[in-house]
C-alpha cells in the first residue's frame, strides 16, 4: 500500500505522522551494525531504532524537490534493549515548526513502543530546512 | 568497559573515517536517500558544496563510544542530549572523545553524566553533547 504523504506547508504543531510498524531482523540489524562499523552484541542497537523512526517520518513527509534536510540536533532516551526479531511501532508527532526567514525548523517528537505497547525509546529531532 | 567510574574519566576515543561508500550504505541501512548524503552532483550545486553524512551516522559513532565504556547500562537506560554543530564530509577523519563529568545519586540509583565532543581533522566541532548512563541500584 503506498505511503500516505503530507506536505511540508501542511504541517502543523500537533499533527501526528502515521505511525509505522518494524520487524527488526536479522537482516536489517546487520545491514544497520555494517553500515555503522560495529560488531553489535545480540540486541538491536538502539540508534538503529531511531534511524527507522526518522525513516518513517520523513517517508511520509513530501518536500519540494531539492529541499535539504539538516539534523540540527537530537535528544534520546532509551528504555529497554530490543532482541532482534522484535516488532516496533514508531510515532512521530510536530511539536514546533519555526521559520526565521529563509530557515525553516521542525521540532518533532519521537516516541516508539514495541508489540507489549511498553515504551522502548523517545526522543525529540530538530530538522533544519534551509530555502 | 570502564573499569571505574570515577568523574573526570575519560572513555575510549573512537577515530572513524568518513566515505562517500560508508553514506550511502548508512543510507541503504536507514532508508533516508536525501540528496544530500547520496547525490554528488546535487550536492555540490547547495550552499554545503558537497556531500554530508547523516546526523546519526555522526551519532552512532558516540553510541559506539558509549556502549564501550558502559555496555548494556547504556544500551538500555541511557539518555543522550546532542548538536550537530558542522557537516561531517567524505574524506573526513572525526575522533570522539568524552568523559564522565560526575556521577550522581538519586533514589538510591547511581548515574554517570558524561559530555563528549567530536571533531574532525581540521579540529572543527562537528557534534557536541552530554550523556546520562544508569549505573547501578544500591537496592539491587
Partial sequence: ?131 | MLTEIQEGKTLNSVVKHITQEKINLYAEASGDFNPIHVDESFAATTPLGGTIAHGMLNLAYVSEMMTSAFGRSWLSEGKLRVKFKEPARPGDTLTINGKIDCVEQKDDVSYANCSFECFNQKGETIVTGETIVKLSSDKE
Avoid: W
Fill in chain 1, 1 to 131: 500500500m503506498p505511503v500516505k504523504t503530507i506536505s511540508y506547508e501542511e504541517l502543523i504543531p500537533g499533527y501526528e505522522f502515521p505511525p509505522a510498524t518494524y520487524e527488526l531482523n536479522a537482516s536489517l540489524v546487520s545491514k544497520y551494525l555494517n553500515a555503522v562499523g560495529s560488531a553489535g552484541d545480540g540486541f538491536v542497537p538502539p540508534l538503529a531504532i531511531t534511524a527507522c523512526a526518522i525513516a518513517a517520518m520523513t517517508g511520509s513527509l513530501s518536500l519540494p524537490s531539492g529541499t535539504i534536510v539538516i539534523h540540527a540536533s537530537q535528544e534520546l532516551e532509551f528504555f529497554k534493549l530490543v532482541p532482534i526479531g522484535a516488532t516496533i511501532e514508531c510515532h512521530t508527532r510536530v511539536a514546533q515548526k519555526i521559520t526565521r526567514g529563509k530557515m525553516s525548523m521542525l521540532i518533532l517528537e519521537l516516541e516508539v513502543l514495541d508489540k507489549g505497547k511498553e515504551k522502548v525509546q523517545s526522543g525529540k529531532a530538530t530538522i533544519a530546512l534551509p530555502t
